[in-house]
């Protein structure tokens, strides 16, 4: 696109894994070797007393009030797009931060990231990223790699200054043309889905060292129907995102049956929010669904724009409630007497 760009590793977590190998300096050793292949700088920051206070310790104490917390959110928001957006911009003097996640912006249509054979503006780049109208936080190319949902409590402030170059990539091309620039020592590296503050282990591989593997199906809590695949009903937790191959859009983990192995998940569903004066909102689901969780995040999208989220604080009433709340009810029509036939005056 003709930016000049620097590579940049950030260290969140200090552990070794359990054969005594320390992940983030794996990782670090292979970032510094991409940017050698592209020829770019390379620097390193570490914010693991920051991804402590503010992600870790939440993080634990949500899980004490019975919650189920998302760490990836609060790093985002925190970390990714808190302290390492003003390192790049402060600290680096860079004019913006680009990211490999797959999503994209509103502003890349427009003339802010558009390169022009003009002459360079004589003010910081920065410097034009007047308040004008809202950025806003869209679902990329790329639909089943769409992580606009870790992404929904990134700010306007760090959305401006945020790039995005897989956009309008799906993720085999993106290793096309990682193997076309020599990057193989990232090509054969295997996917991270797990929480990520372990790093680049996987977290079903983790979990399933220590426990046997018991596969099971994904079943469409809505039909019925077999969606894919699971390797352990333990390795996913309720409203999690379920990774099914083949569907366009999300599906979500809502229920689990330990007996026969079987996770239901469902897809997004339409729903009516309504702003509270406090700032707080209520969100009217069309059709009842399970596993809502406290401390995870209600995630809000229209058509392809992902509008922001908000942590669940409070559930409305279960569909159980529900159904006592009608049969009571139809219980105290039966109650009333019933009125006779009118009198027929003589």
């Not at 019925?224 to 390797?231: A, F, I, K, S």
């Not at 979500?252 to 909102?281: A, E, H, Q, R, Y």
């Not at 669904?289 to 209600?298: D, H, L, N």
């Not at 569909?319 to 006592?324: F, I, W, Y």
């Given at each position: 696109?003709g930016?000049?760009?620097?590579g940049v590793?950030?260290?969140n977590?200090?552990t070794?894994?359990?054969?005594g190998?320390?992940a983030a300096?794996?990782?670090c050793e292979d ?5 050698q ?13 920051e991804y ?11 899980y ?9 959110i609060?790093?985002?928001k925190h ?17 913006a931060m680009?990211t ?13 990231f558009?390169?022009k054979n003009v ?7 920065r ?7 809202p ?8 639909r089943v ?24 990539l799906?993720?085999?091309f993106?290793?096309k043309?990682a193997?076309?620039?020599g ?5 054969a590296?295997?996917?991270?889905m ?9 977290f079903?591989?983790f979990i399933?060292e220590?426990?046997e593997?018991q596969?099971?199906n994904?079943v ?6 077999v969606m ?19 569907q366009?859009?999300?599906?979500f ?24 004066l406090d700032g707080?909102v ?6 009842p669904?399970?596993?809502i969780?406290?401390?995870?995040f ?7 724009e992902?509008?922001?989220s ?6 409305g009433?279960s569909?159980?409630?529900l ?11 039966l109650d009333?007497?019933?009125p ?7």
């Amino acid at each position: 696109m003709g930016y000049h760009v620097s590579g940049v590793f950030m260290k969140n977590w200090d552990t070794l894994d359990e054969r005594g190998v320390c992940a983030a300096e794996r990782d670090c050793e292979d970032a510094h070797r991409s940017c050698q292949v592209l020829g770019v700088p390379f620097h390193q920051v570490s914010y693991v007393k920051e991804y402590w206070n503010e992600v870790f310790s939440n993080l634990l104490n949500e899980y004490e009030k019975g919650r189920t917390p998302n760490p990836d959110i609060l790093c985002n928001k925190h970390i990714k797009f808190k302290h390492f957006c003003k390192y790049a911009l402060n600290t680096l003097d860079a004019d913006a931060m680009a990211t490999g996640h797959y999503a994209r912006t509103s502003q890349e249509d427009e003339e802010v990231f558009r390169q022009k054979n003009v002459a360079p503006p004589t003010s910081h780049f920065r410097d034009r990223f007047e308040v004008r109208n809202p950025v806003r936080l869209l679902q990329g190319a790329d639909r089943v790699k769409d992580q606009t949902f870790f992404l929904s409590q990134i700010s306007q402030d760090a959305l401006r200054h945020a790039l995005f170059p897989l956009a309008g990539l799906t993720k085999d091309f993106v290793k096309k043309m990682a193997a076309e620039a020599g990057l193989h020592h990232v090509l054969a590296k295997k996917e991270s889905m797990g929480i990520c503050f372990i790093g680049e282990r996987n977290f079903d591989d983790f979990i399933l060292e220590y426990l046997e593997p018991q596969p099971g199906n994904l079943v469409s809590i809505q039909d019925g129907r077999v969606m894919g695949q699971h390797r352990g009903w333990f390795t996913l937790t309720l409203g999690q995102r379920a990774k099914i191959g083949g569907q366009k859009d999300p599906w979500f983990v809502v229920d689990k049956d330990i007996n026969t192995g079987d996770v239901f998940v469902m897809p997004l569903t339409p729903c009516t929010v309504t702003l509270n004066l406090d700032g707080s909102v209520w969100i009217t689901l069309s059709q009842p669904i399970r596993a809502i969780t406290p401390g995870q995040f209600a995630v809000l999208y229209s058509g392809g724009e992902c509008l922001g989220s908000g942590r669940i604080v409070r559930l409305g009433p279960s569909q159980h409630t529900l159904q006592l709340g009608r049969e009571r009810m139809a219980a105290a029509s039966l109650d009333k007497p019933q009125p006779g036939p009118p009198e027929l005056a003589s």
